[in-house]
């Protein structure tokens, strides 16, 4: 079973960093791409920066610059670094990958931007 658990999120002040964690078991982590995600009310979830099983990166135009997506294969592990945070920011944030043509989803992580 496939499950993917993220944390790290939170209220965090603007121009300030989060670390965004998902920790990954059910799946050969190390072959699949990842991916982070984000969503915010009424709104359709949006792609965030994705990462390949040997570490090429993709980010949103939004982000680029401010985030870092980042895998550690051994503990099965997802990282997002984000940095220089701005209001627009404020979103859940969920952690993607896919197996088999099925598409897997954390629970996501709730961040928010405000002074």
């Known amino acids: 079973q496939v499950r993917l658990v993220e944390s790290g999120g939170g209220l965090v002040q603007p121009g300030g960093s989060l670390r965004l964690s998902c920790v990954a078991s059910g799946i050969n982590f190390k072959i699949h791409p990842m991916a982070w995600y984000r969503q915010t009310p009424g709104k359709e979830r949006q792609l965030v920066a994705t990462?390949?099983?040997?570490?090429?990166?993709n980010y949103t135009e939004s982000v680029r610059g401010r985030f870092t997506i980042s895998r550690n294969n051994v503990r099965n592990i997802l990282f997002l670094q984000m940095n220089n945070l701005k209001p627009e920011d404020t979103a859940d944030y969920y952690c993607?990958?896919?197996?088999?043509?099925?598409?897997?989803w954390g629970q996501g992580t709730p961040v928010t931007v405000s002074s």
């Open positions: 990462i390949t099983s040997d570490g090429n990166t």
């Open positions: 993607n990958t896919r197996r088999a043509g099925t598409s897997f």
